[in-house]
């Protein structure tokens, strides 16, 4: 490549990385907010999560004809492939925690005649955890370090360990109080849509570390089971 080219793919990949910078920014955003709403149901928060999401899509869309074109004219080799691809495939995990974020908020008003603090406070904690774990591969990705993105994927099984310890809480509330069941039906949707941010978290650090070294990590990500060994 001339140097001109050289410059040129560099702003290109500058350009890409600060669209998934402020879609990381909003989905994150959207995350932390719906979590609030359901801990405060807040209906007004979790409207604003809601409207969010088309930013989110739109971004996407952009980002995929920008890595499109850099494919298509630029045919990048070796590391800057594979930062492009990492990049088609971050933006695409990202898109999904949009979407999960909102379907969070969506469940607010459903969730709105629970009278379980203890399930709701869980809900919340699970919430900064996965919130946590999202800042923390976002970080990693744009700074490109391998340990901070391996110490999100080795801490997945944490966010599964809160997930099955809410979904017994909340299935015994249901047991001792039937009439709860449509809305405690909802925030086990919310604790399902939190664990699955989560796994998308993984991803990001599974790509992180594949950017930046080149080698896949181990295909056996660690996992807690303990609902489906009973």
């Not at 995350?31 to 899509?57: F, H, K």
């Not at 919130?131 to 901070?148: F, G, I, N």
């Amino acid at each position: 490549m001339t140097e001109h080219t050289v410059r040129s793919f560099s702003q290109d990949l500058e350009e890409l990385q600060g669209d998934l910078a402020r879609m990381g920014g909003l989905a994150e955003d959207m995350l932390s907010d719906a979590i609030q709403a359901i801990a405060t149901r807040d209906l007004v928060l979790a409207e604003t999560v809601v409207a969010r999401d088309p930013q989110v899509d739109a971004l996407q869309v952009e980002a995929e004809k920008k890595i499109l074109r850099l494919l298509a004219l630029r045919q990048p080799l070796a590391r800057d492939l594979r930062q492009t691809i990492s990049a088609l495939k971050i933006a695409a995990e990202l898109e999904r925690i949009g979407d999960l974020a909102k379907s969070i908020a969506k469940r607010v008003k459903l969730v709105d005649s629970i009278e379980a603090p203890s399930a709701l406070k869980g809900v919340a904690r699970m919430g900064k955890l996965v919130t946590a774990q999202l800042k923390r591969v976002l970080d990693a990705y744009s700074a490109l370090e391998t340990d901070a993105a391996n110490r999100v994927w080795s801490r997945d099984e944490e966010v599964d360990e809160h997930y099955q310890s809410l979904f017994r809480e909340v299935v015994t509330y249901m047991i001792e109080d039937p009439r709860t069941i449509s809305a405690c039906a909802h925030l086990l949707f919310v604790a399902k849509n939190l664990e699955r941010i989560g796994d998308h978290c993984t991803n990001i650090a599974e790509e992180v570390h594949f950017l930046v070294t080149g080698e896949q990590l181990p295909t056996d990500r660690p996992k807690v089971d303990a609902l489906n060994s009973q």
